[in-house]
Each structure stands twice: as structure tokens, then as C-alpha cells.
């Protein structure tokens, strides 16, 4: 079974650009989890996503957006991007809305100059 | 709120010798604790979960993990390093396994030969 795919890999962005990452969960898999990874701030939580519903949402401005389709993949959006928006974000899948069984795909490597 | 202290952002073993990385967690309902294992420009791989069952949970690559209540405390041991365990890894928390993960700072372990 194909794990979590991410697209793209590795993205260079100017400030105030928008950007959109792209996930596919496990196929199965119904739930979506968005994560940000920085040096400094380590992994936060963004957004959930359960069959096209987002039920959680972590503490990141307005900025950051994020949408599930009928196949359950996911995409997440940043408008006007800043130079703390460089990092590592991270989606997980999941079969159910149990956190006990997330796997992680290899991320999205976002760089803004 | 939950939250997860990692004792020690850098952990230097010789190879063969016991690793030990140190996780406390918080949380005011029963907590579910995972550790995950990410390697250089790559994911998160989950190395074991504890889910209310036993105690001394036994993961991947030889690690395991013991629950204990009375200390907050989930610690990751592995008897004998190997060369390849040289990670990056991360303790996280989840509520029951309804809430999104909340992740310690990590801990990178470098390996001796």
C-alpha cells in the first residue's frame, strides 16, 4: 500500500506570495493532519480534516488555510508569505479520527526569501 | 493543556551502549504517548505508541518505551545502539487520542563507533 505522498517536495517562495501544498492520504484513510515543523518552534499542529470537515485547528493566523476533497486529499494554502513561514510542513493520514494510528509523509520543504 | 518536556535536545551514545531519551508529558485526562523517529529530510516514522494497555510498550527497532503514571514520564530506551540509530527523535502526547498530537522539542541522538 502507498504511503503518504506529498507535492511538492521542496518549494522556494518570495514574500508576500501565496503558496498551496498538496497531500494524499494512505487510500483508505479519511482523515488529514497538517503539521509545521521550524528550528525553532519544533512541530505545531495546523488543521484536521475528517471526511471534508475540519475539526481541529491549531493557533496559526488567518493566513493559513487548508481544505479536504471527496477523496480525501487535502490541500493547505499560505497567503502573503512571510520569512517565518519557512519549514518543514508535515502531513499525516490516518484511517479514522484516532491520532493513535497517524502516519506521516516526508513533508513539504518550504523556503520564502 | 497538555505538553511534552524532552530532557536534552542532543544525546551522544557509543555504539553498543544503552540509549536513554528522556520524555515528560502533561495532561489532565489519560494520556495516549507515541515516539517518532525522523531521519534526515524525511518524515515521521512511529516507533511505538502507548494506548492505556501495558505499561512497557515494545516498538520498532528494538526500542521500547514504560509508561509511568506516578512520574509523568514516558521514557525511550534502547539496550544496544547501532550506528543507524542516529535520529532525530520526538515524544508527543495526545488526549485519549481525541486531541491532535502535541510534540516535545526533540531530541537528536548521535551514535559512536
Known amino acids: 500500500k502507498a504511503g503518504v505522498t506529498q507535492t511538492p517536495r521542496y518549494l522556494i517562495k518570495t514574500r508576500g506570495q501565496q503558496v498551496t501544498l498538496s497531500c494524499s492520504p494512505i487510500?483508505?484513510?479519511?482523515?488529514v493532519s497538517w503539521y509545521q515543523q521550524t528550528p525553532g518552534q519544533g512541530l505545531q499542529f495546523l488543521f484536521e480534516?475528517?471526511?471534508?470537515?475540519?475539526?481541529n485547528k491549531g493557533n496559526f493566523p488567518g493566513r493559513f488555510s487548508g481544505r479536504q476533497f471527496s477523496n480525501s486529499r487535502s490541500e493547505m494554502n499560505v497567503s502573503t508569505l512571510e520569512l517565518g513561514d519557512s519549514a518543514l510542513y508535515l502531513c499525516?493520514?490516518?484511517?479514522?479520527?484516532?491520532?493513535?494510528?497517524?502516519?506521516f509523509g516526508p513533508g513539504t520543504r518550504l523556503t520564502v526569501t | 493543556a497538555q505538553s511534552v518536556t524532552q530532557l536534552g535536545s542532543h544525546v551522544s551514545v557509543s555504539e553498543g551502549a544503552l540509549v536513554l531519551l528522556r520524555c515528560n508529558y502533561s495532561?489532565?485526562?489519560?494520556?495516549?504517548l507515541f515516539w517518532y523517529v525522523q531521519y534526515p529530510n524525511q518524515g515521521l516514522q512511529l516507533l511505538l505508541k502507548?494506548?492505556?494497555?501495558?505499561?512497557l510498550v515494545k516498538g520498532i527497532n528494538g526500542f521500547e518505551a514504560e509508561f509511568k503514571k506516578s512520574e509523568t514520564s514516558f521514557h525511550l530506551t534502547k539496550p544496544s545502539a547501532h550506528m543507524s540509530d542516529a535520529a532525530e527523535y520526538f515524544c508527543?502526547?495526545?488526549?485519549?487520542?481525541?486531541?491532535?498530537?502535541?510534540f516535545g522539542k526533540g531530541t537528536r541522538l548521535s551514535v559512536i563507533a
Open positions: 499525516a493520514s490516518s484511517p479514522n479520527l484516532a491520532i493513535n494510528e497517524q502516519y
Open positions: 487510500s483508505g484513510h479519511r482523515s
Open positions: 480534516y475528517f471526511s471534508e470537515t475540519q475539526r
Open positions: 495532561s489532565s485526562v489519560p494520556p495516549y
Open positions: 502507548y494506548t492505556s494497555a501495558a505499561t
Open positions: 508527543a502526547v495526545s488526549d485519549r487520542g481525541n486531541t491532535p498530537l502535541v
